[in-house]
T-cell receptor, first 114, second 109 residues
Framework: DADVTQTPRNRITKTGKRIMLECSQT?????MYWYRQDPGLGLRLIYY???????NKGEISDGYSVSRQAQAKFSLSLESAIPNQTALYFC?????????????FGAGSRLTVL | GIQVEQSPPDLILQEGANSTLRCNFS?????LQWFHQNPWGQLINLFY?????KQNGRLSATTVATERYSLLYISSSQTTDSGVYFC???????????WGAGTKLIIKP
């Protein structure tokens, strides 16, 4: 099994629908992140969480919300999806105790909003 | 905010060739990392290289923090090296990694 698992891997939805992307990890890392990747661009941070009670906005948090249900689970919600949220979404984890903040990524969730 | 420039944006090479990818930062950064995204979208961390040089097989990376750049060297390229290579770093005052736009590498057999 993958260390960082994202579901669903692919999703097509319509404008205005609520969408949830889920992430779970077996690495025991305390830090979790949600990133968005658009074609031809690097990743942009949506939200990050350093522990269950710590949630922080990233560079592009508008239109998104998150929930850290447990240390191992971090979900991303689009309350009312719009076409410009069509993108590849990545969950990532890192270990604070390592000091290096090296990221481990899930396989990605491709979201298409029609 | 900090800007990250990667060059070249695209690179096409024959199998067996060597290559150097560059990452320039507009300000001092720490936590410099290199990633490879394969053609199926999977992102893998290659190096954590805030300064100095590291080697891992055919890949090596060097960061000169005082001059705000990092280099990724790929020797004896293989078709499996194809994909997009990203660098990312962060400022001391901010936990967020800032990413470059990537170098798209195509290795032809």
């Amino acid at each position: 099994d993958a260390d960082v698992t994202q579901t669903p891997r692919n999703r097509i939805t319509k404008t205005g629908k609520r969408i949830m992307l889920e992430c779970s990890q077996t690495k025991g890392h305390d830090r979790m992140y949600w990133y968005r990747q658009d074609p031809g661009l690097g990743l942009r941070l949506i939200y990050y969480s350093f522990d269950v009670k710590d949630i922080n906005k990233g560079e592009i948090s508008d239109g998104y919300s998150v929930s850290r249900q447990a240390q191992a689970k971090f979900s991303l919600s689009l309350e009312s999806a719009i076409p410009n949220q069509t993108a590849l979404y990545f969950c990532a984890t890192s270990d604070r105790s390592s000091g290096a903040n090296v990221l481990t990524f899930g396989a990605g969730s491709r979201l298409t909003v029609l | 905010g900090i800007q990250v420039e990667q060059s070249p944006p695209d690179l096409i090479l024959q199998e067996g060739a060597n290559s150097t990818l560059r990452c320039n930062f507009s300000d001092s950064v720490n936590n410099l990392q290199w990633f490879h995204q394969n053609p199926w979208g999977q992102l893998i961390n290659l190096f954590y290289i805030p300064s100095g040089t590291k080697q891992n097989g055919r890949l090596s990376a060097t960061t000169v923090a005082t001059e705000r750049y990092s280099l990724l060297y790929i020797s004896s390229s293989q078709t499996t090296d194809s994909g997009v290579y990203f660098c990312a770093g962060r400022m001391d005052s901010n936990y967020q990694l800032i990413w470059g736009a990537g170098t798209k590498l195509i290795i032809k057999p």
